[in-house]
C-alpha cells in the first residue's frame, strides 16, 4: 500500500519552475533517499509532502488524503508525517524533556504519565536520556539533531521526512545521527524519505535512490543499480562519479 503519490506535480515560485511533472509513489515501510545537486527541488519536494509548501497543478496524496482537497485536514495530515530538518528548530526555553513532551500533550492529548514515560523511551534509543533536564543551549549540534528526530516520533508518525539532517553538523557529530535514522530504518515499519548527501547511508538503509536535478526526478532505482550498476540518466552517472571520487 502507498503512503505517498506524486501524479504529474507542478510547483513555481512565481516564474520560477521549482518542480517540473512530478511522479513518484513511496509505498509504506519504505526508505527512500533523495541526491542530486544543490537547487534541484529535492526539499522543495519534501515540504510539499507535509503542506510547507503547495503545489499549483497535480495530485499529491498523503495516507490516502489528497493535499489539494478543500476538506483535506493538513493538522492530520501533520500528525502522521513528521519531520526533521537541517535546524534543530527546538524551543530554547524548555528542557529537552519538554521539548519532545509537548506536541504529544498538545496535539494528542496524551496522558502526562504516559507521556513522559514514551518520552525518556525515545531519549533511551538516540542515547541522550541523561540530558533530559538540560536546555538545548547545553547540548551540541549533532545532540540537537537526534533530540529533533526524536521529538518527531514522539507523535508516533506513520512517515518521517528528514531534510539534509547532518549538513549543518561539524563532521565528527554525524555519525550518531546517522545511526539513529539507521536504526528507526532497520527496526520499524516506518516510512522514511530523505534528502541527503550522505552516500553511506543511502547504500546501507535505503530501499530505492532517487536523482534529482532542475526540478525532474531523472533517476529512480534500487540502491543497488544505482550505486553498483549503471545509472541509465548521464547526470546521474556524472553525479554519482564525482561523489565517487571525493
Do not use: C, W
Not at 120 to 131: F, I, K, N, P, S
Not at 211 to 238: T, V
Amino acid at each position: 500500500m502507498s503512503m505517498i503519490e506524486f501524479h504529474d506535480v507542478e510547483k513555481y515560485y512565481g516564474d520560477y519552475h521549482a518542480l517540473h511533472d512530478i511522479n513518484l509513489t513511496i509505498d509504506n515501510g519504505e526508505t527512500v533517499v533523495l541526491i542530486g545537486p544543490s537547487g534541484s527541488g529535492k526539499s522543495t519536494l519534501i515540504r510539499t509532502i507535509n503542506g510547507l509548501e503547495t503545489i499549483q497543478k497535480g495530485q499529491l496524496i498523503v495516507n490516502g488524503q489528497d493535499l489539494a482537497e478543500k476538506k483535506t485536514d493538513m493538522n492530520r495530515i501533520r500528525k502522521n508525517v513528521g519531520m526533521v530538518f537541517q535546524h534543530f528548530n527546538l524551543y530554547a526555553n524548555k528542557t529537552i524533556l519538554e521539548n519532545i513532551m509537548l506536541s504529544p500533550r498538545l496535539v494528542l492529548k496524551r496522558p502526562e504519565e504516559e507521556n513522559k514515560k514514551f518520552a525518556m523511551e525515545l531519549l533511551d534509543r538516540v542515547g541522550l536520556a541523561d540530558q533530559a533536564p538540560k536546555l538545548p543551549a547545553q547540548l551540541s549540534g549533532g545532540q540537537q539533531q537526534r533530540i529533533a528526530i526524536a521529538r518527531s516520533l514522539a507523535m508516533k508518525p506513520k512517515a518521517l521526512l528528514f531534510d539534509e539532517p547532518t549538513s549543518a553538523l561539524d563532521p565528527e557529530m554525524i555519525d550518531d545521527v546517522l545511526n539513529v535514522m539507521k536504526d528507526i530504518a532497520r527496526d520499524s515499519d516506518m516510512t522514511m524519505l530523505v534528502v541527503t548527501h550522505e552516500m553511506g547511508f543511502a547504500r546501507e538503509v535505503a530501499n530505492r535512490v532517487i536523482f534529482m536535478a532542475d526540478g525532474q526526478i531523472l533517476e529512480d532505482d534500487s540502491k543497488e543499480k544505482f550505486f553498483d550498476g549503471q545509472p541509465s540518466n548521464d547526470r546521474a552517472r556524472q553525479f554519482l562519479s564525482k561523489i565517487i571520487t571525493h
